[in-house]
């Protein structure tokens, strides 16, 4: 991203973020959005125009009246908190529904790969419905070197993949804080992170199905492990 900077579209997605303090420079909506509520726009420059107009500034398909700039937050993470780290994951609308899930089950913290898609992506931030801006977030050029940090620091390395070395998530309780590993859709986890791996978990399914979507895959991983 640019300058650290990101795109936030939507109504509600922008209230989330005025609410979590997220720094925004700069602001467009219509006159009608602006008039809702205009006590909330009072960060960063507000521009006000005509939906028409708008319509044309915007140069991709949207049906929201209202788009802003801002900062990302400073990329940091706690290694006194639960990690999510994304593994080839390139899917803006799986990045953004993994977030919005973990949030729901206290996990909110994730490192990415070079490979990865960044949370931060305009698609991704829409569909979290704005829960990424509760997140710690970091991109992560070297994932061993970041496993073997996490290892160190008492961390169980837990991978999600249905390779034969896998243990049910409903028959193991783990006590320890947890870095949990997804992979991609289509290749899965890379064979050196599974490896490094001190966990290897999969979710039970039907024969026939024998693969989730790795946001529904993350959703129920996040249900099991909060337990």
Same mark, same amino acid.
């Given at each position: 991203?640019?300058?650290?900077?990101?795109?936030?579209?939507?109504?509600?997605?922008?209230?989330?973020?005025?609410?979590?303090?997220?720094?925004?420079?700069?602001?467009?909506?219509?006159?009608?959005?602006?008039?809702?509520?205009?006590?909330?726009?009072?960060?960063?420059?507000?521009?006000?125009?005509?939906?028409?107009?708008?319509?044309?500034?915007?140069?991709?398909?949207?049906?929201?009246?209202?788009?802003?700039?801002?900062?990302?937050?400073?990329?940091?993470?706690?290694?006194?908190?639960?990690?999510?780290?994304?593994?080839?994951?390139?899917?803006?609308?799986?990045?953004?529904?993994?977030?919005?899930? %973990?949030?729901?089950?206290?996990?909110?913290? $994730? %490192?990415?790969?070079?490979?990865?898609?960044?949370?931060?992506?305009?698609?991704?931030?829409?569909?979290?419905?704005?829960?990424?801006?509760?997140?710690?977030?970091?991109?992560?050029?070297?994932?061993?070197?970041?496993?073997?940090?996490?290892?160190?620091?008492?961390?169980?390395?837990?991978?999600?993949?249905?390779?034969?070395?896998?243990?049910?998530?409903?028959?193991?309780?783990?006590?320890?804080?947890?870095?949990?590993?997804?992979?991609?859709?289509?290749?899965?986890?890379?064979?050196?992170?599974?490896?490094?791996?001190?966990?290897?978990?999969?979710?039970?399914?039907?024969?026939? $199905?024998?693969?989730?979507?790795?946001?529904?895959? %993350?959703?129920?991983?996040?249900?099991?492990?909060?337990?």
């Amino acid at each position: 991203h640019l300058n650290n900077l990101f795109f936030i579209e939507s109504y509600k997605v922008y209230l989330k973020a005025v609410n979590s303090k997220i720094n925004i420079l700069k602001t467009i909506t219509t006159k009608e959005v602006y008039e809702s509520n205009p006590s909330k726009f009072n960060l960063g420059e507000v521009l006000i125009t005509t939906p028409e107009i708008l319509e044309k500034l915007v140069k991709f398909k949207s049906h929201t009246k209202i788009f802003s700039i801002a900062k990302i937050p400073n990329e940091k993470i706690d290694f006194n908190k639960n990690i999510i780290f994304f593994n080839n994951i390139t899917s803006p609308e799986n990045v953004g529904a993994i977030i919005r899930s %973990a949030l729901a089950f206290d996990f909110s913290q $994730v %490192a990415y790969d070079k490979k990865s898609l960044t949370p931060w992506n305009r698609r991704s931030v829409r569909v979290s419905t704005g829960n990424i801006f509760k997140f710690n977030s970091t991109r992560v050029f070297d994932s061993l070197n970041f496993l073997e940090i996490c290892l160190k620091k008492d961390y169980e390395i837990i991978a999600m993949d249905n390779s034969p070395k896998a243990q049910n998530i409903n028959t193991i309780k783990i006590a320890k804080k947890k870095l949990i590993i997804l992979g991609s859709e289509g290749h899965g986890i890379s064979d050196d992170i599974l490896n490094f791996s001190t966990t290897i978990l999969k979710i039970p399914v039907s024969e026939y $199905v024998k693969h989730l979507n790795v946001g529904h895959a %993350a959703a129920i991983t996040f249900h099991e492990l909060s337990k």
